[in-house]
């Protein structure tokens, strides 16, 4: 199975800030990433599906890329309600592996 | 994108049984794959089980092939996860999730999420 390696594991950040998470998978994969953002004591919130695709409702300034085999979330211009748990996923095929997570704080 | 209830969760010991259940509304249950996604105390995300709409196709991550299964009963709304020989690496909150595809293809992407219920495994 493809592993995803999710970085950094915690980063600090100031409203108004321009932060990147990354992801990387373990080899090359067709299988695209999702990206969920976690608040203390809720389930998980889809964000963006099929790497760059934002999900219904959810703010444009959350966007998705990749590049090879790194997938990229980036929020600009930090609001408080973003500071949250942000996971990668890698869809398409079981076993629907995840990230291990980025506290943004 | 319709609402999801989990119940069944509690203390158990190793070795025994829990059945979760998951109670849907708000959308096409029938129509919908449905998965099992679960998170240990503190811990990341993970997957745990996928069904298909008729409950014809049905995957397990590595860990819980043999000890858990998922069903359904779509005249009652309800998604089921049987969960036999349970282990304390198996404490968890466990999430019922609607996948977000309308057919079987292109899995993987999670809408909707219930509340989650925990299941403690201990002696």
């Known amino acids: 199975d493809i592993q995803l390696t999710q970085s950094p594991p915690s980063l600090s950040a100031t409203v108004g800030d321009r932060v990147t998470i990354t992801c990387r998978a373990s080899?090359?994969?067709?299988?695209?990433v999702n990206w969920y953002q976690q608040t203390p004591g809720k389930a998980p919130k889809l964000l963006i599906f099929g790497t760059s695709t934002l999900q219904r409702g959810v703010s444009s300034r959350f966007s998705g890329s990749a590049s090879g085999t790194d997938f990229t979330l980036t929020i600009n211009y930090v609001q408080p309600e973003d500071f949250a748990t942000y996971y990668c996923q890698l869809i398409y095929s079981p076993p629907y592996t995840f990230g291990q997570g980025t506290r943004l704080e | 994108q319709g609402q999801l209830v989990e119940s069944g969760g509690g203390v158990v010991q190793p070795g025994r049984s829990l059945r979760l259940s998951c109670a849907a509304s708000g959308f096409s249950f029938r129509g919908s794959v449905m998965h099992w996604v679960r998170q240990a105390p503190g811990k990341g995300l993970e997957w745990v089980a996928v069904?298909?709409?008729?409950?014809?196709?049905?995957y397990y991550v590595e860990s819980a092939k043999g000890r858990f299964t998922i069903s359904r009963d779509n005249s009652q709304n309800t998604l089921f996860l049987q969960m036999d020989y349970l282990r304390s690496e198996d404490t968890a909150i466990y999430y019922c999730?609607?996948?977000?595809?309308?057919?079987?293809?292109?899995?993987?992407?999670?809408?909707?999420w219930g509340q989650g219920t925990l299941v403690t495994v201990s002696s």
């Open positions: 999730v609607k996948d977000q595809s309308s057919g079987w293809y292109d899995l993987g992407s999670f809408d909707s």
């Open positions: 069904i298909s709409h008729d409950g014809q196709n049905i």
């Open positions: 080899q090359s994969t067709a299988n695209s």
